[in-house]
C-alpha cells in the first residue's frame, strides 16, 4: 500500500498557507474584476493539491477521478445555462411590497432604476 | 365563468396565425413518424409471430446504415424545426413601435388593466382590431400568467419585475383570457375576457369611458384626499419640506447624510417618514403604511415627478 | 410459453439451499435484512401503497373535472388533491418504482454479484424512504399542502397558507433514500461484476439503471438543497427567491427544474432498460444496436441534465436563452428516437410471442413514442408559449410516465414475477389486464391533448363550459385505466400464494438471473459464474439455445 | 487489511469499492452546496456593490486564521491516515485528536465571530440594521454568509466526533481494521476542508480594498 512520505504532505501543507497568504494579500490590491479573479483561481489551486497529495487522487484508478469531477462538471452546467439566462435578460425591476406587512428587514424593495421602460 | 367567450381553434392574431402553420406542420410530421412506428411494430409483430414460418435467416443486430440515416434525419428534421421555431419565437420578443401601451396588474386572483389614458378596467381588455397591443405586466403577490389561447400568447406576470407582451388582433370578438400559472386558491376563476372592437368604436369606448384622468392627475387627486397638501403646500401653516422639484434632488437628512430622492426615497418617506428625517423639520409626519396600496404608491409618484420641473 | 427443458446449467450440483423467501419468517428478518432481494420486496409494498394513494386523488380529480363547475370538492381541496397526486406520484412511486425494486432484486444477479456493495446502506435507504413517506402522510392528515408539486415561489413561501413546510421535509427525507439506492448501484456495478463481466457484456436493464444512478447521485441533492431553501425563507422570510430583498423567483424555478427534468429521466430511463429486456426475449433476438442503445441511454442521462430551460420559457426567461434550451431539447430528443427505432428494428426477423410482460413492452414503446413526439411540440419554443400550462403538457408527461414508466414497471413484474416469487401467473388475466389498461389510458390522456391544444389551463377547479365533452371522455378512460390497474394488484398476489412453481427459466431468457433457481438463494450463486458471451444470445431460427449459454461456471 | 465483508472475494476489492463510494458521497455533498454557491453568484453579479458592502463587515482576521486551522487539520488527519496504514496507532491517535482539536478551535472561533456580527445587528434575522441602499442585498448576504458557514459547520462538527470515535477506537484492538474507515473519513474532512478555502475568499474578500 503506497503512502506518502511527511516531506510531501508538510510541504503541501506549506503551499497551502503561502498560497492562503497569496489570496488574502492580494485581496487588499486593487484590481477590480482580478481579485475575483485570482481569488478563484487560487482556491481551485489549493483544491486541486488537497485532492491530488491529502486525498491521493493521484494513487486512485480512472473511475475515482471521474466522480470527483463530475460534481464539478454538473454544477458548471448548472451556473453557465443559468447566468445564460441572467445575462441577456432585459432588466426592468418593478416597486414590490408585500402586501400584508412590510417584509421584515428593512423597507420594501425599491426599483434600482427607470421604473417602467 | 366565462359564458359567451371564445378559445377558437382558428388563431385570432398575426402571431398567433405562424403558429398555428408550425403546429400543423409539427402535427403532420410527428403523426407520421407515430404511424410509421406503430405500423412497423404491428406488421413485424403479426409478420414475424412465432407460430408462422417467416423467413428468419440472419437476423440482423446491427446495419450500419440504417441507424446512420435514422439519427440524422431527425437531426435535421429537428434543426429545421428548432431554426423555424426560433425564428416565430423572436418575433414575441420584438413590439412594434406604434404599439398601444397597456398596464396590467395581477394580484390573486384579478387582473387589474389600466390604458395610457388612465381608462381603468377589471379582468377585461379592450383593444382595437388590427393595431398591435403590449402589455406591460407586473404582479403585486404571487407569479400569474396572461393567457388568450384565440391570440396564442402567454406570459408569466412576475413580482418585483416588468414582464411584456405584444399581440395584433386579426378580427373582433370576444376571446377568453386565463391565469395559466398555478396563483392559489381561485386560480380558475382569475379568467377574464379580451374583447377586440373595430378600431373607431375602440377610439369611442376609450374616450367615453368615466373621466380618468392620467396617473399624474389621480396622483395629485390622491395629494389632496390623504392630507399631503395640508402640510406640504407652500401656503400650509404647518412646517414641513416643500415637495415642489424634489424628484431627483439631493436631500440634506439630520443625520447629516445627503440621500437623492427617487421613487424609493419617496415611497419610503411615505410609509416609514421617521426612518429618514430631512435637516431642520421635526419627524411630525404620520405614516401612511396600509393607507396607500400599490396603484396610489404609483400614481403618487408619477404626480411628484411631474412637478420635477418648477411651476 | 416455451419452457425449455429442464435446466442443466449446474451439472450435478443440486442447488438445496433454502430460496431467500425461506431464510426467515419472522417480521425481524424482514425488517432489519440485508438481502437485496428482501429489500427489493419492502420498497415493493410501500411503493404499491403508495401507488394507490396518489391514484384515489387522481380519481377523485377526474371525478371533479367530469362537469365544468366546481361541485364534488371546493377549489382549496382540489389544489391540495392535485399537489399530493403530483407529490406522491413522482416521488414516492415513479422516482423509486423500477431502479428500487426491479433494479435492486434483479442488478446483483445480472452482474453475477451476490449483493450490492452497501448492504446497510441499502435498507437504510428503505427507512429514509418510509420516514419521507410518514411526513408526507401527516402533512396530508394536517390538511394537505395547496402549493403543486412544483412549490414554485413566493406562493409557497409568502403567500401559501397549507403544510408547505411539513411537504417539503418529507420529500428532502425521500430525496436521501434514492440517493443512497443510486450510490449504492454506483459502486455495485463498477466493482461488483463477475470475471468476463465486461462493460458491453451487461445487460440494458444493468446500463439504464446504471444512468439512472448517475442521475440520482447528481441530481437529487441541488433539490434537497432547493426545497430546504423554500422551507427556510417560508420560516424566515428571508431567502434568495424573496422579491422584496431582490431575489428572483426564476431562481428557484432554475434551481428547482435542474433537478426535476433529469428527475423525469430518472422515471423513464429505468424503463427502457425493461423493455431491452423484455422484447429482445419475447422476440427471440438479439436486441437491435446494443451499442447504440447503451450510448444512448448514457447521452439521455448527460444531456438531460442541459435542457431544464424548456419549462421556463414563458416564464420570463431571456429569449436567448430559451431558444439555446430548445435547440438542447430537440438534441436530447435524438437518444430517445434512437431508442423507439431500435426497439421496433429488434422485432425484425424474430420470433414474436405476444404474452403478458410482451403486450406490457409493446405498450410502452407505442405510449412513450407519442410521448416523446409531443415533447418536440413543448421543445419548439413558439408552440410550447401556446401549449405550457395546459392539458397538452399534462397529456405530454402522462403519456411518458403512465404510458411508459408504469407500462414497463407491470411488465417488468410480470416478466421477473417467477424469479421474485417463484410462482407463474395467469397469463389470459395478464394479457386481459394489459389490453385494458392500455384502452383506458389513451381514452384518458389523447382527449387532454386536444384540450390543450384548444387552451384549456392546467390545475383548473372550474373550466370554460367548451371544454366539458373532451374532460367527460377524460373521466371514463380514468375508470376504466382505475379498474386495469387492480387486476394485476389481484391476479399478482394470487400468484404470489397459490400459482404453479416456476422453473428457473421460465421463459427461456438469457442472463445471470435466470441461471439461478426461481426464487433465487440467499447468495444468488453458488459459484461466482464466469461470463463469456454478450447478453441477448438468442436464436430466432427455432435452435432453442442452450440454457445458460451466457455463462459457465467458474471451474 | 482487515477480513472482507462476505460479499467481497478480497479485502482489496472492499476497499475499492468503499472508495469509489466515498467519492461519489462527496460528489453529492457538492452537488447539496450547489445552490447556495449559485445564489451566491446570482446575488454578487446583480448587487455587486451591496454583496461588497456587506463582505467589508465581516471578520477577515477570524476568517484568515480559520482558514489557516482549517489547513492545517488537514495536514494531521493526512500525516493520521498515514500512520494508521503503517500500522502506528499511538501516533495515529494522537495525531486524529489533534486535528479533531484544530477543528474544534475553528469552531470556537467561528462561535466569536458569529456573537460579534448579532453585536453589530448582521443576523438577517435578529433585528438586523444595515446602511440605507444596500440593506436587502445585504440581507441576501448575511442569509447566505450564515447558510454558508453554518452548514459548513455543521458538516464540521460530524468530521470532529468522527475523528474523535476513531482516535478512540484506535487504543483497543487491531490497527489495520480501521484503516479502511479512517481513510474514507480522511477523504471527508478533507472534502468539508476543501469546501472552506472555497468559502472564505468568497465571503471575505469581496473588494477589501474598497
Redesign the interface.
Known amino acids: 500500500?503506497k503512502?506518502?512520505s511527511?516531506q510531501l504532505?508538510?510541504a503541501?501543507?506549506v503551499g497551502?498557507?503561502v498560497l492562503?497568504a497569496l489570496?488574502?494579500g492580494s485581496?487588499?490590491?486593487?484590481?477590480g474584476i482580478g481579485?475575483?479573479l485570482i481569488?478563484?483561481a487560487?482556491?481551485t489551486f489549493?483544491?486541486a493539491l488537497?485532492?491530488v497529495?491529502?486525498?491521493h487522487l493521484n494513487r486512485?484508478?480512472a473511475?475515482?477521478r471521474l466522480?470527483?469531477g463530475?460534481?464539478?462538471l454538473?454544477?458548471s452546467f448548472?451556473?453557465f445555462l443559468?447566468?445564460g439566462d441572467?445575462?441577456t435578460r432585459p432588466r426592468e425591476p418593478a416597486p414590490w411590497t408585500v402586501p400584508q406587512e412590510g417584509a421584515?428587514?428593512?423597507?420594501p424593495?425599491?426599483p434600482s432604476g427607470e421604473a417602467v421602460r | 365563468m366565462s359564458a359567451g367567450l371564445e378559445t377558437p381553434l382558428q388563431a385570432a392574431s398575426t402571431l398567433g396565425t405562424t403558429v398555428d402553420v408550425l403546429f400543423l406542420t409539427m402535427l403532420g410530421v410527428t403523426g407520421a413518424v407515430a404511424i410509421a412506428v406503430a405500423v412497423c411494430i404491428g406488421y413485424f409483430t403479426i409478420r414475424y409471430r412465432r407460430s408462422s414460418g417467416a423467413d428468419r435467416s440472419n437476423p440482423p443486430s446491427r446495419v450500419r446504415w440504417v441507424e446512420v440515416t435514422w439519427t440524422a434525419t431527425p437531426l435535421i428534421i429537428f434543426l429545421g424545426i428548432f431554426l423555424w421555431s426560433s425564428a416565430v419565437f423572436s418575433q414575441f420578443y420584438r413590439p412594434p413601435r406604434d404599439a398601444l401601451r397597456v398596464h396590467v396588474l395581477a394580484k390573486q386572483w384579478m387582473w387589474k388593466v389600466e390604458h395610457d389614458n388612465g381608462r381603468r378596467e377589471i379582468d377585461t381588455l379592450h383593444v382595437p382590431v388590427g393595431r398591435p397591443v403590449e402589455l406591460i405586466m407586473t404582479s403585486q403577490d404571487v407569479i400569474h400568467s396572461f393567457f388568450v389561447p384565440a391570440f396564442r400568447i402567454k406570459q408569466d406576470v412576475l413580482p418585483g419585475r416588468y414582464t411584456s407582451l405584444w399581440f395584433t388582433a386579426t378580427r373582433s370578438g370576444h376571446f377568453s383570457l386565463f391565469c395559466a400559472e398555478y396563483c392559489g386558491t381561485s386560480h380558475a376563476n382569475m379568467g377574464g375576457g379580451i374583447t377586440v372592437m373595430p378600431q373607431a368604436e375602440f377610439a369611442k369606448w376609450l374616450a367615453s369611458g368615466p373621466e380618468q384622468a392620467g396617473l399624474a392627475a389621480r396622483g395629485f387627486e390622491i395629494y389632496r384626499r390623504v392630507g399631503c397638501s395640508g402640510c406640504h403646500e407652500p401656503t400650509s401653516t404647518v412646517h414641513a419640506p416643500g415637495l415642489t422639484g424634489l424628484y431627483g434632488r439631493p436631500v440634506h437628512l439630520s443625520d447629516g447624510s445627503t440621500?437623492v430622492a427617487d421613487e424609493t426615497y419617496i415611497r419610503d418617506s411615505i410609509l416609514q417618514p421617521q426612518k429618514?428625517v430631512v435637516a431642520g423639520f421635526a419627524p411630525v409626519m404620520p405614516s401612511f403604511q396600509g393607507q396607500l396600496d400599490e396603484d396610489d404608491l404609483i400614481a403618487l409618484i408619477a404626480f411628484l415627478k411631474s412637478r420635477a420641473r418648477p411651476p | 410459453m416455451n419452457a425449455l427443458p429442464a435446466e442443466q446449467s449446474l451439472p450435478g450440483k443440486v442447488l438445496h439451499e433454502e430460496s431467500y423467501l425461506r431464510e426467515g419468517f419472522t417480521l425481524r428478518s424482514w425488517l432489519l435484512t440485508r438481502d437485496h432481494k428482501r429489500i427489493a420486496l419492502l420498497y415493493m409494498i410501500s411503493i404499491t401503497g403508495f401507488f394507490f394513494l396518489g391514484g384515489a386523488a387522481a380519481s377523485i380529480i377526474r371525478l371533479e373535472l367530469l362537469t365544468p363547475a366546481g361541485d364534488v370538492v371546493d377549489a382549496e381541496t382540489y389544489n391540495k388533491l392535485f399537489t399530493a397526486h403530483g407529490v406522491i406520484m413522482v416521488w414516492f412511486f415513479l422516482i423509486p418504482s423500477i431502479p428500487a425494486t426491479l433494479g435492486n432484486f434483479l442488478i446483483p444477479l445480472m452482474i453475477g454479484?451476490?449483493?450490492v456493495?452497501?448492504?446497510r446502506l441499502n435498507l437504510a435507504s428503505w427507512y429514509i424512504y418510509t420516514l419521507g413517506g410518514i411526513f408526507v402522510v401527516i402533512t396530508l392528515i394536517a390538511g394537505g399542502v395547496d402549493t403543486g408539486w412544483t412549490f414554485y415561489t413566493p406562493f409557497s413561501t409568502l403567500f401559501s397558507n397549507s403544510n408547505v413546510v411539513l411537504a417539503v421535509m418529507g420529500v428532502f427525507i425521500v430525496g436521501f433514500s434514492s440517493?443512497l439506492t443510486g450510490?449504492n448501484f454506483?459502486?455495485t456495478v463498477?466493482?461488483?461484476r463477475a470475471p468476463g463481466m465486461t462493460w458491453f457484456r451487461l445487460p440494458l436493464f444493468v446500463w439504464a439503471n446504471y444512468a439512472t444512478s448517475l442521475i440520482l447521485?447528481?441530481?437529487?441533492?441541488?433539490l434537497?438543497?432547493?426545497l430546504s431553501?423554500v422551507a427556510?425563507e417560508r420560516l424566515?422570510h428571508?431567502?434568495?427567491f424573496d422579491p422584496?430583498?431582490?431575489?428572483?423567483p426564476l431562481?428557484f424555478q432554475?434551481?428547482f427544474w435542474f433537478y426535476s427534468h433529469p428527475a423525469v429521466y430518472i422515471m423513464v430511463l429505468p424503463a427502457m432498460g425493461v423493455a431491452s429486456e423484455i422484447i429482445p426475449c419475447f422476440a427471440r433476438k438479439q436486441v437491435f444496436g446494443y451499442r447504440m442503445m447503451a450510448y444512448a441511454i448514457l447521452g439521455i442521462a448527460i444531456i438531460g441534465f442541459l435542457v431544464w430551460g424548456h419549462h421556463m420559457f414563458v416564464s420570463g426567461q431571456s429569449m436567448y436563452a430559451s431558444i439555446a434550451f430548445s435547440l438542447l431539447s430537440f438534441l436530447v430528443a435524438i437518444p430517445s428516437a434512437i431508442k423507439v427505432f431500435n426497439w421496433t428494428a429488434t422485432l425484425y426477423k424474430g420470433s414474436i410471442s405476444v404474452s403478458g410482460p410482451m403486450l406490457y413492452a409493446l405498450g410502452f414503446v407505442g405510449l412513450f413514442t407519442i410521448g416523446g413526439l409531443t415533447g418536440l411540440f413543448l421543445a419548439a419554443t413558439a408552440l410550447d408559449v401556446h401549449l405550457t400550462d395546459t392539458y397538452f403538457v399534462v397529456a405530454h408527461f402522462h403519456y411518458i410516465m403512465v404510458g411508459g414508466t408504469v407500462m414497463a414497471y407491470l411488465g417488468g413484474l410480470h416478466f421477473w414475477w417467477p424469479k421474485i416469487v417463484g410462482r407463474l401467473y395467469p397469463e389470459n388475466l395478464a394479457r386481459i389486464a394489459a389490453v385494458t389498461i392500455f384502452i383506458g389510458f389513451n381514452l384518458t390522456f389523447f382527449p387532454q391533448y386536444l384540450l390543450g391544444a384548444w387552451g384549456m389551463p392546467r390545475r383548473y377547479h372550474e373550466y370554460a363550459p367548451q371544454f366539458q365533452l373532451l374532460n367527460e371522455f377524460s373521466s371514463t378512460g380514468a375508470a376504466i385505466l382505475g379498474i386495469g390497474y387492480l387486476l394485476p394488484l389481484g391476479y399478482l398476489t394470487w400468484a404470489m400464494l397459490r400459482g404453479a412453481r416456476a422453473p428457473s427459466n421460465p421463459w427461456g431468457a438469457t442472463g445471470l438471473e435466470w441461471e439461478t433457481p426461481s426464487p433465487p438463494p440467499k447468495e444468488n450463486f453458488a459459484v461466482?459464474p464466469r461470463v463469456v458471451r454478450g447478453p441477448y444470445d438468442y436464436h430466432p431460427s427455432g435452435a432453442s439455445a442452450p440454457s445458460g449459454a451466457s455463462a459457465e461456471p467458474q471451474a | 487489511?482487515s477480513a472482507p465483508a462476505?460479499?467481497?472475494?478480497s479485502a482489496e476489492?472492499q476497499h475499492?469499492?468503499a472508495?469509489?463510494?466515498m467519492?461519489?458521497?462527496?460528489?453529492?455533498?457538492?452537488?447539496?452546496?450547489?445552490?447556495?454557491?449559485?445564489?451566491y453568484?446570482?446575488?454578487r453579479?446583480?448587487?455587486s456593490e451591496g454583496f461588497a458592502a456587506a463582505s467589508r463587515h465581516t471578520d477577515?482576521v477570524i476568517g484568515?486564521i480559520n482558514?489557516?486551522v482549517l489547513?492545517?487539520s488537514?495536514?494531521f488527519?493526512?500525516?493520521g491516515a498515514?500512520a494508521v496504514?503503517?500500522d502506528r496507532g499511538a501516533a495515529a491517535r494522537v495525531l486524529l485528536l489533534c486535528a479533531a482539536g484544530l477543528g474544534a478551535v475553528f469552531l470556537v472561533l467561528k462561535g466569536l465571530e458569529y456573537h460579534d456580527e448579532w453585536r453589530e445587528h448582521l443576523v438577517?434575522?435578529l433585528d438586523?440594521r444595515?446602511a440605507?441602499p444596500h440593506?436587502?442585498?445585504a440581507?441576501?448576504f448575511y442569509?447566505?454568509y450564515f447558510?454558508m458557514t453554518g452548514l459548513h459547520a455543521v458538516h464540521l462538527t460530524i468530521g470532529i466526533a468522527v475523528m474523535v470515535v476513531f482516535a478512540v477506537r484506535l487504543g483497543s484492538g487491531p490497527v489495520a481494521r480501521l484503516e479502511n474507515q479512517i481513510d474514507m473519513g480522511?477523504?471527508y474532512w478533507?472534502?468539508v476542508?476543501?469546501i472552506w478555502?472555497?468559502l472564505?475568499?468568497?465571503l471575505y474578500?469581496?473588494?477589501?480594498?474598497?
Not at chain 1, 27 to 31: I, N, R, S
Not at chain 1, 104 to 107: D, V
Not at chain 4, 6 to 9: L, T
Not at chain 4, 205 to 210: D, I, P, Q, T, W
Open positions: 500500500m503512502v506518502s511527511i504532505l508538510v503541501v501543507w497551502l498557507l492562503l489570496t488574502t485581496a487588499y490590491v486593487p484590481l481579485n475575483t481569488n478563484l487560487i482556491a489549493k483544491v488537497i485532492a497529495a491529502f486525498m486512485s484508478d473511475v475515482v466522480a470527483a463530475a460534481a464539478i454538473f454544477l448548472l451556473a443559468s447566468f441572467f445575462l421584515a428587514g428593512g423597507g424593495y425599491e | 440621500v429618514q | 454479484a451476490r449483493e456493495a452497501f448492504p440517493i450510490l454506483i459502486v463498477h466493482r461488483l447521485v447528481l441530481a437529487t441533492p441541488v434537497a438543497m432547493t431553501l427556510f424566515t428571508i431567502g434568495i422584496a430583498l431582490g431575489g428572483d431562481l432554475h434551481l461466482i | 487489511m462476505e460479499h467481497f472475494e476489492r475499492q469499492a472508495e469509489l463510494g467519492w461519489v458521497f462527496l460528489a453529492t455533498e457538492l452537488m447539496f452546496f450547489g445552490p447556495l454557491f449559485l445564489g453568484a446570482y446575488g453579479w446583480s448587487f477577515v484568515t482558514t489557516a489547513l492545517t488537514s495536514l488527519v493526512a500525516l498515514r496504514k503503517l438577517p434575522w438586523f444595515f440605507r440593506q436587502h442585498a440581507a441576501m442569509f447566505l447558510g480522511a477523504l478533507h472534502f476542508d476543501g478555502v472555497f472564505y475568499p468568497i474578500l469581496v473588494e477589501r480594498h474598497g
